[in-house]
């Protein structure tokens, strides 16, 4: 298809878990619209390139495969893109700031000002230019002024249109999303904007399900939306805590708590804690912000989702060690499980790797397996996020194995730790296991996913999240 023969073109910039997945699946609803992916990084250009995607998707390779070359590119010619697109979504990481203004909880914008420069800077057409990445409130304020400087008298407009995708269920989530959200000026030229934006959803979502609001309430909205579903996890581990100190049974609680359709039963199921690279990133925003306009009561009480997760995943560490006879010191644990959720392959604030950390520091011997996490991705995050490397633990080599079958890593432990809500770790052979164990063999469920009364028959000793000890409580 010629230039003249496109109805839109669209350039991304930004080609990682959002970027990527969003426009192939614009690309694969919209034929009639040319999609170009970007990013500085050539490695992640070729692997988009090739058969071996940068990230693990359900259902994200077929939707690539049947696309590229034809109306979805993935390129590093970051200019001529910019140049040729009518819109430019933005699609860049906002990590925490480590350091300055606000470290530990304002995000860090460069990125998205550094795109807003380049666009300013190479453009020679007026462009739309689209907030993908999720932002601090008014972002797209410091965008505009950045783009309306420019010496060549073109006009941008800029609109909010956040993603509310989960990984692991991704494609789904674009191809059927329960809304679509946009936000512009409240200008004629704004509206027009956000009407282009509309017509390109419109294509395969009903209308009804696209909501245009300002561009104030579209990017507040999404940190508000993962602060709401991290509460929600938030708040039946803490009720986790206390059905094992009282005997009451979570996974009953949930059920008859869910059933009410006023609360529901989504985000109810108990775990070792919430990971991934959103819900505490988008919560110590909020809390920024609400420290910046002097809303401290409001800032306290969204800061409290994060300390009953980081006290959900010390006190999973702790009951490990406990339970071991206080010490795991040269004892193998085997980790079932690294990423922070079934179906992805991402290990971005994952809760197994405070476990590892903690474990790590009683001097325990960790082998993980995980069908979809490499080795390399550990070591990156680790380091990262917990501080934890080579220099800081001359060990760590020796200390922390991944095995790439489940039975290896087993073989010879004291102890599972079940971290990640793997299909396959349902139905394993635990007969096989327990036979294999040191013993007394421990099994420690952070996600509530085998039978532990089935276990219990073998010969394990399980402690489930949330559920009572029935070795502890003899009236259940």
């Not at 006190?315 to 040269?330: D, Q």
Request: glycine residues 6%; charged residues 25%; hydrophobic residues 40%.
């Amino acid at each position: 298809m010629t230039e003249e023969n496109w109805d839109l073109q669209i350039c991304c910039m930004g080609a990682g878990y959002v970027g990527g997945p969003t426009m192939a699946v614009i690309a694969k609803m919209c034929h009639k619209i040319r999609v170009c992916v970007v990013d500085l990084n050539q490695k992640q250009i070729d692997a988009w390139n090739s058969e071996t995607l940068p990230i693990y998707e359900p259902g994200l390779r077929e939707v690539v495969s049947d696309r590229v070359g034809k109306n979805l590119f993935f390129s590093t010619n970051i200019d001529e893109e910019i140049q040729r697109a009518d819109i430019i979504f933005i699609s860049v990481n906002t990590p925490t700031k480590t350091q300055g203004i606000g470290a530990g909880r304002a995000a860090n914008i460069k990125n998205c000002e550094l795109c807003a420069r380049k666009i300013a800077d190479v453009s020679t057409s007026d462009k739309i230019v689209v907030e993908k990445s999720t932002v601090p409130v008014r972002t797209a304020e410091a965008v505009t002024r950045v783009l309306n400087v420019n010496d060549k008298g073109l006009k941008f407009q800029v609109l909010s249109n956040p993603e509310f995708l989960a990984e692991g269920t991704a494609i789904s989530d674009l191809t059927k999303p329960d809304r679509v959200l946009i936000g512009g000026q409240q200008s004629p030229e704004g509206l027009k904007a956000a009407q282009t934006l509309v017509s390109v959803y419109a294509n395969w979502v009903a209308r009804e399900n696209i909501l245009t609001t300002n561009l104030w309430s579209s990017e507040l909205s999404k940190l508000v939306a993962n602060a709401f579903l991290a509460q929600r996890v938030s708040s039946i581990n803490s009720i986790s805590a206390l059905c094992e100190a009282t005997g009451a049974d979570v996974g009953e609680i949930s059920r008859a708590v869910g059933m009410d359709a006023r609360i529901g039963k989504r985000f109810l199921q108990p775990s070792v804690g919430f990971g991934g690279s959103c819900f505490q990133k988008d919560i110590l925003n909020l809390v920024y912000l609400c420290e910046t306009y002097g809303l401290d009561e409001c800032a306290s009480y969204w800061n409290q989702v994060i300390a009953m997760n980081d006290y959900q995943k010390k006190r999973f560490s702790e009951k490990m060690v406990e339970k071991m006879f206080n010490t795991v010191t040269g004892k193998k644990i085997a980790m079932l499980g690294f990423a922070f959720k079934a179906d992805t392959g991402d290990v971005r604030e994952t809760p197994a790797e405070f476990i590892l950390r903690d474990l790590l520091e009683e001097d325990a011997i960790i082998h993980v397996y995980d069908p979809e996490v490499k080795r390399e991705d550990m070591w990156v995050e680790l380091n990262y996020t917990c501080g934890v490397n080579h220099t800081t633990n001359p060990k760590l080599e020796a200390s922390v194995v991944t095995s790439t079958d489940v039975y290896d890593a087993c073989d010879g432990a004291h102890a599972i730790a079940v971290l990640t809500e793997w299909d396959e770790f349902k139905t394993l052979d635990f007969e096989r296991i327990y036979k294999s164990m040191s013993k007394p063999a421990f099994i420690f469920d952070g996600r509530n996913i085998i039978d532990a009364a089935k276990l219990r028959t073998i010969g394990f000793e399980v402690h489930s999240i949330g559920k009572p000890d029935p070795t502890h409580f003899h009236d259940l």
